[in-house]
Every structure is written in structure tokens, then in C-alpha cells.
């Protein structure tokens, strides 16, 4: 059974910092691309950050300069470094795995609430 598994939010200040983490199983991680999205409330969710398995990055535009995503292939972990936070950051973390034998994102974590105050 494939699992993902969330962790890393928490309340911060705006302009602070969080990094979320999200453990994967190792059956699909690494023929996996990885990503990041979030949900804020009245609002769909979106995608923030994605990864590939050979390490390729792309960013929503909202978040470039500001996030970053990276991977451990031996901790079979993907990571989402958040730095200079704002406000409308605020929501609902999502890690999402798509393997390469899959069009789609089929798996995705519990999630991970993130508040920004300002």
C-alpha cells in the first residue's frame, strides 16, 4: 500500500520560515514526481512545487524566489522549504506523488495545516 505521509506545518509570523517533509513509500518514490500543493479555504487547490526523479524543479509563480522543493532518494522524502512567508500562504499542504507510469497525481498525503499571521 503506497503512503505519503505529511508533516512540518505550524503557525508562523509573516516573513518567517517553515519546512514540510513528506515520507514516501519506497515502492514508488523514486520513478516518482514528487510535488506540493495547497488548499486555502473557498479556494481549489493548486499546485505550489514539483520535483521529478531526475531532479527537475518548477515553482507557481506566487512562490518563486520564496519556496523551495528538494529530495532525499535515500530518505524516500520530499521537502518544501518556505522562506519569507506570507499571509496568503495560508492553507492546507498537500504532498502528491505521480509515478511514471501515471498521468495523474493518484496519491497525496493527509495533509498539513499552514498559518501565516501577519
Known amino acids: 500500500q503506497v503512503q505519503l505521509v505529511d508533516s512540518g506545518g505550524g503557525l508562523v509570523q509573516a516573513g518567517g520560515s517553515l519546512r514540510l517533509s513528506c515520507a514516501a513509500s519506497a515502492s514508488i518514490f523514486k520513478k516518482a514526481t514528487m510535488a506540493w500543493h495547497r488548499q486555502a479555504p473557498g479556494k481549489q487547490r493548486g499546485l505550489v512545487a514539483g520535483?521529478?526523479?531526475?531532479?527537475?524543479?518548477n515553482y507557481a509563480d506566487s512562490v518563486k524566489g520564496r519556496f523551495t522543493i528538494s529530495r532525499d532518494n535515500a530518505k524516500n522524502t520530499v521537502y518544501l522549504q518556505m522562506n519569507s512567508l506570507k499571509p496568503e500562504d495560508t492553507a492546507v499542504y498537500y504532498c502528491a506523488a505521480r509515478p511514471s507510469w501515471l498521468s495523474t497525481y493518484d496519491y497525496w498525503g493527509q495533509g498539513t495545516q499552514v498559518t501565516v499571521s501577519s
Open positions: 520535483i521529478t526523479s531526475g531532479g527537475t524543479t
